[in-house]
Structures are given as structure tokens and as C-alpha cells.
């Protein structure tokens, strides 16, 4: 194990360098249970928490450490007890959505990655829409996304799904293996080099912990059965995981998503429908609903037959969600400040009746 192979790149080593003069080391969040970190470092891998004052000083959720996440180090006083987390370094990267709950709050689901594998399965369950709602978060997070359709061996002739996904998802490569058979898997070799991060998402059953086991020549995640129906399968991973490649770099496995809330900008709903986009740009008015408006190209180029209108329904519903969202977003905004503002108004009432009663300078 060495930092190179972990990821680490200058990008980290310069903001780092504040830390390194306070004795701390750099590690890397491999996982999180309950509070309690794994990390891997220079010298193997070893458990450590979180100080009293970083979780005083943080103000949001998605401030704590994500699995992906570098950060400074300080070791335990006493052998045996836990090491102590002292700061997060700034993210190159991170995959977000919103969490679950009725608030609107961030959820950060891994960081620092250079690569999303979209993990799919091409028997029954490959879902255009499902596979757009990824591709949008998934450029968002900054990371290049890779579609991989899993379990090619049940399926007689995979060219009609391929060419399906490849409409949905332009620019975006797409790669058709067996992780059971290991069938086409030499053809993720080129984003598994030593350095790189790669993490899988997908839902359940589609076959991501058999892929992990396949590249890593060794069952190390535990595997489960699908349902013949619909190809479903049980959550197998229960926590997000960080795992070494034998010819260097690292895996990310996620728990299984049935849904994922997008916590986006328009610039990840820009990357997953940029055939949209650039169609947009030839419409005959700037603000086009794509409805109908005269001289629409997205509209001429559905009637043409060269753009679904599933696609085209697709985005529209993911932009009134985003539209929606950052009302959200705004209107907690506003709250936070309000409570910002009664708090230091509470704060220097405190102050003041302390200085009327000559206890404070």
C-alpha cells in the first residue's frame, strides 16, 4: 500500500502542506461505520474518529468524511487506540444527491473519484430513465462516467440494449461483459490503472460486488441470488467500501439504489442531455419550452424520428425536479441565515448583560 497507488496526486500533497507541518500523515477514508473511520495509509490501514473540534466546527453533514475522501491524520498518544481525524482536504471530486428525509440537505456518497462505472444489467434490468437520472448526477460529480451492462452471458444478441443505452447516453462509452464469465472485462482495463479511483453504482442485483470479486481475482464481497422475475436482487452491500486492485488503484462498492435524488445543476442535466442542448441552440426562440413553439428543432428532430420523445419527457421532468429543488434549496438558505442571525442577536445579548454586570470587558 503506498499513496501514489491510493490516488494521491499533487492536487492533495498542496493542500496538505499546511497540515504536514503539524506532525499529522494523510490517509484515505476506505470506510465508515457509525461515526468510526477506516483508513488506508503509507503504512497500512488502521481505524481512527473524529476530533471534538472538527465536529464542533462543522457546520453541515457533508462536511464529515465520505469513503474517497483524503484526509489529515493525527495518531493516537496510546498503541492500540484509535487515530484522530483533524481535517478533510478539498474535494476534487464527489458524488451527491439529496438525502432522504423531508429536508433538503446534501448527501455526499463518495468523493475523489476519477471514474463512475453505471453498472447495469442487460438480462432485465437496463432502465433508460434510471440510466439518464445516473448519467446526470454522475457529470455533475465531475467524475467520467462509464455505462457497464453486466451479465452479457443471458442474453443471445446484446445489440439492440447497447444501442438503446448508446442513444441515451451520447459520448458516454459503453461496454457489454459477463462478471460471472468474466466475458469483455479486459476492456475496463484502461480506467483501473495504478492511481486511479473507480467507483460502481447501480442498483441491486445488477452484479456490482461480482464484478468487484472477478477484477480483484478473489471473493471478497459477498454475492447474492436474484430473483428470476425481474432480475432484482438483495442489498449484498450494506456499507460503502473502498478496495485495493492487485495492479494498483482502487474500487469503490455502493449499497444498491432504487432511486437517486438529484442534487444537480443545470450542469449535470447539460452533460446527460447534451443531444437536447445542442439541438436547443438551432430553436428559432432562445427561451423554447420545445413545445409548441414554431421553428422548435427539438421538436423537428422528433418528428424527423431521430430523437425519442420518452428522451425528450425525460428532461423536461428532471428540469422541473431541479427547478424545484433549488426552490428548496433557497428557502433553506433563508432559514439558515435567519438562524444565523438569531443566534448571534442571542449572542450579543449574552455579551451585554455580561458587560452590564461588569463581568466582561
Known sequence: MDLLSLGWTPHFQDRFAEYATSGCLPARVAREDRGQYTLFAASGSLGAHLTGAYRFHAEERDD?????????????????????????LPRRTQFSRMAAGKETVE?????????????????????????????????????????V??????????VAPLAAVEAVAPGVPVHALSAETGQGLEALAPYLRRGQTVALLGSSGVGKSTLINRLLGEDLLATGAVRQDDSRGRHTTTHREMVLLPQGGVLIDNPGMRAVQLWATDEGLSGAFDDIEALAAGCRYADCHHDQEPGCAVRQAIEAGTLAPERLHSYRKMERELAYLAERQDGRARQKRREQGRRFRQYSKERQTLRDRGLSR
Not at 122 to 146: C, K, N, Q
Not at 149 to 158: E, G, I, S
Open 149 to 158: 451492462m453486466n451479465k452479457a452471458d443471458l442474453v443471445r444478441d446484446p
Open 64 to 88: 464529515y468524511p465520505v469513503v474517497g475522501d483524503w484526509v489529515a491524520l493525527r495518531r493516537a498518544a496510546v498503541a492500540g487506540d484509535p487515530a484522530a481525524i483533524v481535517a478533510v
Open 107 to 147: 448527501q455526499v456518497v463518495v468523493a475523489n473519484v476519477d471514474t463512475v462505472f453505471l453498472v447495469t444489467g442487460l438480462d432485465h434490468d437496463y432502465d433508460l430513465r434510471r440510466i439518464e437520472r445516473y448519467l446526470t448526477v454522475a457529470w455533475e460529480s465531475g467524475a467520467d462516467p462509464v455505462i
